[in-house]
């Protein structure tokens, strides 16, 4: 006789794990020839020079931008656009006083740069200053450049190579480069690998940013693009922001920066990814590398008024205002948010995946609510949610289920409240000195 035929032990694994969603790993979409592959993972910068992007791509600028935070990512992802970008920039002249220099800082494609600088003439106009730019642009190498009267039409030659135009002084620029087929790169990208959750550009024009926007808000996930475009500060109708508070998104942020190369919403996505969602406010944070803006208080109002967000200088620091999503919610509740929806369906699956059977019994749904509140209580320790009202599930008896739900093996009605730990962005004190 053995102890086995007097006490048997059956011991069932319950270990099944469901795949968790990420919500720290960033995609850069850009246009390279490289290699096929649709997307690639990297764990560092050195992985992108292997692979024969140069220091001064457009993608490798992004991924720097994305690993100078203070906490770094430990990956991101490439994801290849297929079709190329053909860059088109106006040139506005907003300066005509005489003895005025007006200055653009030009970037080449291959990294090296030029500052072109023009002093205005008696009796200059809008006209003359186009005639008179468009000479000097278009002396440039790999582009043109054409007068249009009322501004200048700056062209790269080739497609899919960027030019940054910075340090400007007298212009109003915007990026009207037209979308290649954002939509149609993206499919394919995320058909190859989803698993990322931020997603980057390598340009960032009004079309390819309203484009990307819709994919983005249809998958849940956080798409952040900047912009220099003079209609952001300017308070004028039209342009990226506008378009995009227009249409409320609420999973889209935009920051104005006429330093365009140094990708500063690739920047604040790499001060926050790494840092668990629900426990970061995107408000306040240093974008390393970024330069900061100088704006009047209009021009910051009017970036606020359309839910964007600017860098600048305050007592000594840079910091990202406001850190919001063009709907107006703040960018840290709509990961956290996220975070919270995902972990809740992978908690749930999880119980109905690994347990023999749930029953449709007041048991078995209450199985349900504890695997619900036990979700709500990590958002606690997150930083989510407050533990003060203490989140609250409530699920239906089974006698109040209905026929047909209990036939489908449906359990409706699973309530849960919970409420925003939230983030202090202002403080008032008041106080009395008495002698």
Request: hydrophobic share 45%; glycine share 10%.
């Amino acid at each position: 006789m053995s102890l086995e035929t007097i006490v048997n032990v059956t011991i069932s694994s319950q270990t099944r794990g469901v795949t968790r969603k990420g919500f720290g790993v960033a995609l850069i979409a850009g246009y390279h020839t490289l290699y096929g592959a649709r997307v690639r993972e990297y764990s560092d910068l050195a992985g992108l020079t292997a692979d024969g992007f140069t220091t001064f791509s457009p993608i490798y600028r992004a991924a720097l931008a994305l690993r100078s935070g203070t906490n770094k990512v430990p990956k991101f992802k490439v994801g290849r656009r297929a079709l190329a970008t053909s860059q088109v920039i106006w040139v506005t002249p907003t300066v005509t006083l005489v003895g005025e220099v007006l200055t653009i800082k030009v970037t080449f494609p291959d990294g090296t740069s030029t500052t072109l600088s023009r002093t205005n003439l008696v009796a200059e106009t809008v006209a003359t200053l186009s005639t008179a730019w468009a000479a000097l642009l278009n002396a440039l190498a790999a582009s043109t450049a054409t007068d249009d009267t009322t501004r200048v039409t700056f062209n790269s030659t080739t497609a899919g190579s960027l030019f940054y135009l910075e340090e400007v002084y007298g212009f109003d620029l915007y990026d009207k480069s037209a979308d290649p087929g954002i939509a149609t790169d993206l499919a394919a990208i995320t058909a190859a690998d989803g698993d990322w959750y931020g997603l980057l550009l390598d340009s960032n024009s009004e079309a390819e940013v309203n484009a990307a926007s819709t994919v983005t808000e249809a998958q849940e996930r956080l798409f952040g693009y900047a912009t220099g475009d003079a209609t952001a500060r300017n308070g004028t109708a039209g342009g990226v922001m506008d378009d995009r508070f227009l249409a409320q998104v609420f999973r889209t942020f935009g920051i104005f920066s006429e330093n365009t190369s140094g990708y500063a919403a690739a920047r604040a996505m790499g001060e926050c990814f790494p840092l668990d969602p629900g426990s970061e406010t995107w408000k306040f944070k240093s974008l390393s590398g970024v330069t900061a803006s100088i704006l009047t208080a209009s021009q910051e109002s009017a970036i606020e008024g359309k839910n964007g967000n600017h860098y600048q200088i305050l007592a000594g620091l840079g910091i990202l205002q406001q850190g919001v999503v063009h709907s107006g919610e703040f960018i840290d509740v709509v990961r956290g948010r996220d975070w919270l929806v995902a972990r809740l369906r992978e908690r749930v699956y999880g119980l109905l995946a690994n347990a023999r059977k749930v029953p449709f019994t007041d048991a078995g749904v209450d199985m349900v609510r504890n695997v619900v509140l036990a979700q709500l209580r990590e958002g606690i320790g997150a930083g989510l949610l407050a533990a003060s009202p203490e989140p609250v599930v409530t699920v239906p008896l089974v006698a109040d289920v209905s026929t047909a739900d209990k036939a489908a093996r449906l359990l409706p009605d699973v309530e849960f409240s919970a409420t925003l730990a939230g983030a202090i962005h202002a403080v008032e004190i008041n106080g009395v000195i008495s002698v």
